[in-house]
């Protein structure tokens, strides 16, 4: 029996949506790859500034909730474990004038840092994403930086650059990003 002209169109489309799919496979594995040491499923864990490398962080802190409780912008949250960390996503450290949580440590875990010793973490771009790369006059990340343009600017293509020497990792940058999920990323050092 002749197949009807509609089954025949849905048998074409069919063909032609598996042939895509298959086409992008490599394509999507690969940007996978390329993305995903920047932009790990699980969450990283961010320490205030100041803080320790993680496993001497860990042998020292001493769960006081000091730091906690210091921070004028409350950005510092126990974990689990009661040690504290910071999620930009949710509230970043907005680099205080006394730098609070480092002069309220007892214990040392945290270390009593000038501003530009700062190494919360560095930002990462993720240009795949960028509303730039669309040509969207974005510029939330490099406007609410307190740093300045020493910690991110736009470079000569205009694309966002951060700048190693100069990021303390505050997440601001990423606080502010409008794109779901994020183009700027807090990444820690280390
Ligand atoms: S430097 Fe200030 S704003 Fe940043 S986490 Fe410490 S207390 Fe909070
Ligand atoms: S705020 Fe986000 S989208 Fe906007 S320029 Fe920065 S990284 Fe790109």
Redesign the pocket.
Known sequence: MAKSDDSITHGRRTFFKEAFAKLIEPVAEYLDEQISPYFPAEKVILR??GALSEADFLNTCLHSGN?ID????Q??HPLPNGTPH?DPDYQP????E?????QACPSGALQKLSVEEIQIGLAVVNYETCLRTEEIDCTYCVDNCPIGDTAIRLDSQERVEVIFAGCVG?GLCQYHCPTAPKSIVIQPLG
Do not use: F, G, R, T
């Open positions: 205030p500034p730091c210091s921070c004028p912008a950005a510092i910071i450290c907005v680099v205080c006394s730098l609070a949580c480092m505050c």
